[in-house]
């Protein structure tokens, strides 16, 4: 059961776009559309921006879009704004005999 | 709407065990499964496992099998996590988590309960 993979830090100026990548393996990101994003600001408990690969949740922005190829996903995050600097995981569904939920090591964004 | 709230903070010795509740309220809380999520001091996210609160089925990351136990009260919609022989990388904000669907596990969770620091020190 071994963690996605993201990039511990990511960046953009106001108003650019930048995606956040997570790897993991055919038994888990590649296996199923079942990959969810959560944004987490300091001190505060995480928040579900996509799930199911590429669905929003009621009231989060459309600026946030979600993708799959093969054992990545994708996270974008178009016209960056102030308050979207954060904390983002992902997660995804694993283990068909024996499911489970594995989360990535989380990527910084930094709004410049 | 929906709400998760969570037991206050705690102090445990190495060795010993917690208690976690999470109160359900503004759904019918048997409609959906509840994760446990926790997260040390500085880093990211780690799933423990998951109730059924209609059957009280669980099913708990390999790493905590044998010290977790997650349990439930449906007659006041409170789920409970209960970690033993506590260690001191036990240390951590714990949440419980509800899926954005009812009775599945696979999908994203949207409401989240505040979170409860435990924190383990001799």
């Known amino acids: 059961q071994s963690a996605l993979t993201q990039p511990p830090s990511a960046s953009g100026s106001p108003g650019q776009s930048v995606t956040i990548s997570c790897t993991g393996t055919?038994?888990?990101?590649?296996?199923?559309?079942?990959v969810s994003w959560y944004q987490q600001h300091p001190g505060k408990a995480p928040k579900l921006m996509i799930y199911e690969v590429s669905k929003r949740p009621s009231g989060v922005p459309d600026r946030f879009s979600g993708s799959k190829s093969g054992n990545t996903a994708s996270l974008t995050v178009s016209g960056l704004q102030a308050e979207d600097e954060a904390d983002y995981y992902c997660?995804?569904?694993?283990?068909?005999?024996?499911?489970?939920?594995?989360f990535g090591g989380g990527t910084k964004l930094t709004v410049l | 709407q929906v709400q998760l709230v969570q037991s206050g903070a705690e102090v445990k010795k190495p060795g010993a065990s917690v208690k976690v509740s999470c109160k359900a309220s503004g759904y019918t809380f048997t409609g959906y499964y509840m994760h446990w999520v926790r997260q040390a001091p500085g880093q990211g996210l780690e799933w423990m496992g998951w109730i059924n609160p209609n059957s009280g089925g669980t099913n708990y990351a390999q790493k905590f099998q044998g010290r977790v136990t997650m349990t439930r009260d449906t007659s006041i919609s409170t789920a409970y996590m209960e970690l033993s022989r506590l260690r001191s990388d036990d240390t951590a904000v714990y949440y419980c988590?509800?899926?954005?669907?009812?009775?599945?596990?696979?999908?994203?969770?949207?409401?989240w309960g505040q979170g409860t620091l435990v924190t383990v020190s001799s």
């Open positions: 055919s038994s888990d990101v590649g296996g199923y559309n079942y």
């Open positions: 997660s995804s569904y694993a283990g068909s005999n024996n499911p489970y939920v594995v």
């Open positions: 988590a509800r899926p954005i669907t009812p009775m599945t596990t696979v999908t994203g969770s949207s409401d």
